[in-house]
């Protein structure tokens, strides 16, 4: 069925220092990967995304790069700040012509000044 | 401030009661979503509405229905609530139909089923 896994469910880093989540999906259909930063009790909001006909994507600090072989793709984050404390959720889509996504069970990460 | 509005930001109410929740897509936007998000469940996709009309369902129960009015604004309704129905209720909308447009998210309606 429909599943994405998302590891580590729990991430602290000091500031400065990298940090890497990872996501795998089950679906070979699907073909945008969204991801989402959520703080406490705030609403998740897109941070950055790819689709399938590319395998990485910057934006500042942040870049995702994604494996179809394999199935996997994942969030990079450089010289983590204080402020990228929260919870980031990865997406797939599905095989269908919808909108749905899969979400994965999150990853709470603390960035340590 | 995503764009994306939903009403009301808190609810509380007991179990056995109905409830209903509204959400005003992003200018624009024609389809509407629908998410739960639980402590143990994480973000569990309801449904989809595009220009009016229900394009896909996840795990919603029967208990649970949507719709989306000719003003794009779309309703969630929930119905012989029990208690493990307590969870944040998240609309997002998008441009099209399409399977790979960013969603962006309101900022949630947290419901609390006493």
């Known amino acids: 069925g429909e599943n994405v896994e998302q590891h580590p469910s729990t991430l602290s880093v000091q500031e400065g220092d990298s940090a890497v989540i990872k996501c795998t999906y089950s679906?070979?259909?699907?073909?945008?990967f969204p991801w989402y930063k959520q703080e406490l009790g705030k609403r998740p909001q897109l941070i950055i995304d790819?689709?399938?006909?590319?395998g990485e994507k910057k934006d500042q600090r942040i870049a995702v790069t994604l494996n179809k072989t394999a199935k996997h793709f994942s969030l990079h984050i450089t010289e983590t700040q204080p402020e990228d404390s929260a919870v980031y959720f990865c997406?797939?889509?599905?095989?269908?012509?919808?909108?749905?996504?899969?979400f994965g069970q999150g990853t709470t990460l603390q960035v340590k000044p | 401030d995503s764009g994306v509005t939903q009403t009301p930001k808190h609810l509380i109410t007991a179990t056995g009661q109905r409830v209903t929740l509204r959400c005003s897509p992003r200018?624009?936007?024609?389809?509407v979503y629908w998410y739960q998000q639980s402590l143990d469940q994480g973000l569990q996709f309801l449904i989809q509405?595009?220009?009016?009309?229900?394009?896909a369902k996840g795990n919603i129960l029967e208990r649970f229905s949507a719709q989306q009015f000719p003003d794009l604004h779309s309703e969630l309704n929930l119905s012989s609530l029990e208690l493990g129905d307590s969870a944040l209720y998240f609309c997002?909308?998008?441009?099209?139909?399409?399977?790979?447009?960013?969603?962006?998210f309101g900022d949630g309606t947290r419901l609390s089923i006493l």
């Open positions: 997002a909308s998008s441009p099209g139909v399409g399977r790979d447009q960013p969603q962006h």
């Open positions: 679906d070979s259909a699907s073909n945008y």
């Open positions: 790819i689709r399938s006909n590319v």
């Open positions: 997406a797939a889509n599905t095989n269908s012509n919808t909108g749905k996504l899969i």
């Open positions: 200018s624009g936007d024609l389809s």
């Open positions: 509405y595009y220009n009016g009309e229900e394009r």
